[in-house]
């Protein structure tokens, strides 16, 4: 028998960011026979918000919240019986700053098609509408919650934007967004550039590049807001 194809599906990024999303979703929705999910609940809602008439008990449902050995057996499984598997991840784009990447890893050991369909990714807009260096670039995810720790990966990133024009990309959970911003406030040097991208693809979206100087003479309010934050020249 032939076997299966994994579907990397787009995600919202903002809960009314659906003008970001490629028209084509539900075409590849159903082609699909199984989906491995970051959040389920998150991904079935979503899915009958695009397309109605989906009768959501029809499909098997996994959820990758972490990826564990019980949830490869049956990835590889259903590939092997031939099925299509869609890939959802709760950050717009699968496999990228999605735990996902270990099921596409599994799926490319076993020579499976890979159709991966891109969708708004906080990353790529962010860095698409910063002016700072796209050519080189890194995205580090969650800073140290420590402390120290924390000022020490800061100054580490500052020395290396300031040493190869590399831009930094990192993000924060929502309630502490704020906390971060007066680390990297007090802790960067004046001149050096931070973007702050605020509520991507939502009505109230924000993508700002300023010099520290001036942010901390603007402060603004992050508390449980979707922000990431990237340092550039």
């Known amino acids: 028998m032939t076997q299966g194809k994994v579907f990397l599906l787009p995600m919202i990024l903002h809960e009314e960011g659906w003008d970001a999303l490629p028209t084509d979703v539900i075409k590849w929705i159903q082609q699909c026979d199984a989906f491995f999910v970051e959040e389920e609940k998150t991904a079935r809602r979503y899915f009958k918000k695009l397309w109605k008439e989906m009768v959501i008990d029809n499909y098997s449902w996994y959820p990758i919240h972490k990826v564990e050995a019980t949830q490869l057996v049956a990835f590889k499984d259903l590939l092997r019986q031939g099925k299509n598997i869609g890939i959802i991840s709760e950050?717009?784009?699968?496999?990228?700053?999605?735990?996902?990447?270990?099921?596409?890893?599994?799926?490319?050991?076993?020579?499976?098609?890979?159709?991966?369909?891109?969708?708004?990714?906080?990353?790529l807009l962010s860095l698409m509408a910063s002016g700072m260096n796209g050519n080189l670039f890194q995205f580090h995810g969650y800073l140290p919650i420590?402390?120290?720790?924390?000022?020490?990966?800061?100054?580490?990133?500052?020395?290396?934007?300031?040493?190869?024009?590399?831009?930094?990309?990192?993000?924060?959970?929502?309630?502490?967004?704020?906390?971060?911003?007066?680390?990297?406030l007090n802790t960067c040097k004046p001149n050096t550039k931070l973007c702050i991208g605020v509520d991507i693809t939502g009505p109230n979206e924000s993508i700002v590049t300023a010099t520290m100087a001036y942010w901390k003479s603007n402060l603004p309010e992050l508390h449980k807001k979707l922000v990431i934050f990237l340092m550039g020249t």
């Not at 990228?96 to 369909?117: C, F, H, N, R, W």
């Not at 402390?147 to 930094?168: F, G, H, S, V, Y």
Request: contains cysteine; hydrophobic residues 35%; negative net charge.
């Open 91 to 123: 950050a717009g784009c699968a496999g990228i700053a999605d735990p996902g990447q270990i099921l596409v890893a599994t799926a490319q050991e076993m020579g499976v098609s890979i159709k991966p369909y891109t969708g708004p990714s906080s990353i």
């Open 146 to 184: 420590d402390a120290m720790e924390r000022k020490k990966k800061i100054q580490a990133l500052e020395a290396d934007t300031l040493q190869r024009n590399c831009t930094q990309l990192f993000i924060e959970t929502p309630y502490r967004n704020n906390q971060l911003l007066e680390t990297i």
